[in-house]
């Protein structure tokens, strides 16, 4: 990956970290990388774990950016959720929620948000 695109990817997931707490959820952790995969915010919505993946597509011609998150981009999700949990006990037993904020460009707003965007039995 390019320098330059990390570094919006980057961007992008400050400006998602900042719109969400807007909204009212709390970081309790960015960018989370463990063998099982990479999760790009963990936040806590009242008593509700939220994995939030941001995606950033600027060309439509490969799929939207919500697209983009296959079915195989969600198994890995789990997974690394999965493994932040199992180190995270104190969290372990709240209820999770999987939500995607999905960007063609760095403005940001309610319909960026999909919230329970996919579940455990994706």
């Known amino acids: 990956m390019s320098r330059d695109r990390r570094a919006h990817g980057k ?3 400050k400006l998602a970290q900042e719109f969400l707490i807007s909204r009212g959820l709390k970081l309790v ?3 989370y990388y463990c063998r099982l995969g990479e999760l790009d915010l963990v936040m806590r919505d009242k ?3 939220v994995f939030v993946e941001v995606r950033l597509r600027r060309n439509p ?3 939207s950016a919500a697209e983009s998150v296959t079915r195989n981009k969600q198994d890995k999700l789990w997974r690394a959720a999965l493994h932040f949990m199992a180190s ?3 969290l372990a037993s709240l209820p999770v929620r999987f939500d995607v904020i ?3 460009d760095m403005r940001i707003d309610d319909s960026c948000w999909i ?3 996919f579940g455990a039995n994706h």
Do not use: H, K
Request: hydrophobic share 35%; charged share 30%; proline share 5%.
């Open 11 to 13: 961007e992008a997931e």
């Open 47 to 49: 008593n509700s774990l």
């Open 115 to 117: 919230q329970n965007a």
């Open 88 to 90: 995270r006990p104190d």
């Open 102 to 104: 999905a960007l063609s």
């Open 61 to 63: 011609d490969f799929g």
């Open 29 to 31: 952790e960015a960018n």
